[in-house]
């Protein structure tokens, strides 16, 4: 059976630099969501995520292309982001996403048991300052921005709401990356089996 390897975690957790990396070195095929969300420097569309105007995503939704969608109200208007069928093709591979918790329940209602969450954690005062610190070498910084994510993490990734979604193991991304990487790939073998 083919799977798909879900990776979750607050922001700032290293997940896009986890999932560039597992989705190259494990040779498993990319879930690219769509977002309505303005695209940022050095983000290309169809890469990180297709980036879609809101008649767009009510066009796909009404013709039943939509699996979960999440709409933020963030201090720059609402920004929704959403996975449609035709970016997960489970029979020809196995498939790497990433998103939230949220998400994954979904994802896992929609394709039972296939569906594999890979949590990342990172203690939340160093995730604050990496935040910071990529942010910082934006051209305009979203400080507000980052500031409202941080804090709705907390709530999105409670621990009631992880127990409630089944997601037990997790990963630590406090230190050396390529240690979490390493131990997030021999789990993924065990999976495969």
């Not at 400080?143 to 999105?156: I, K, M, P, Q, V």
Request: glycine share 6%; proline share 2%; hydrophobic share 35%.
């Amino acid at each position: 059976m083919n799977r798909i390897f879900y990776i979750m975690g607050k922001s700032s957790s290293g997940k896009d630099t986890v999932y560039k990396r597992l989705a190259t070195e494990m040779i498993l095929l990319p879930i690219v969501l769509y977002t309505t969300r303005p695209m940022r420097e050095n983000e290309m569309n169809g890469r990180e995520y297709h980036f879609v105007d809101r008649d767009c995503f009510e066009k796909m939704k009404a013709a039943g292309k939509v699996i979960e969608e999440r709409i933020y109200n963030t201090i720059y208007g609402e920004w929704i982001y959403f996975t449609s069928r035709d970016s997960i093709s489970l029979e020809n591979g196995d498939c790497i996403g990433i998103g939230t918790l949220e998400s994954y329940v979904k994802l896992k209602e929609y394709f039972g048991d296939s569906v594999v969450p890979v949590y990342i954690e990172v203690e939340d005062g160093l995730r604050l300052s990496r935040a910071v610190e990529r942010e910082r070498l934006q051209t305009n910084p979203k400080y507000a921005e980052l500031c409202r994510r941080f804090l709705a993490d907390c709530e999105d990734f409670s621990e009631e709401k992880l127990k409630e979604a089944g997601v037990v193991k997790r990963f630590s991304n406090d230190g050396d990356i390529e240690e979490c990487i390493n131990k997030i790939k021999q789990e993924m073998k065990t999976w495969k089996e």
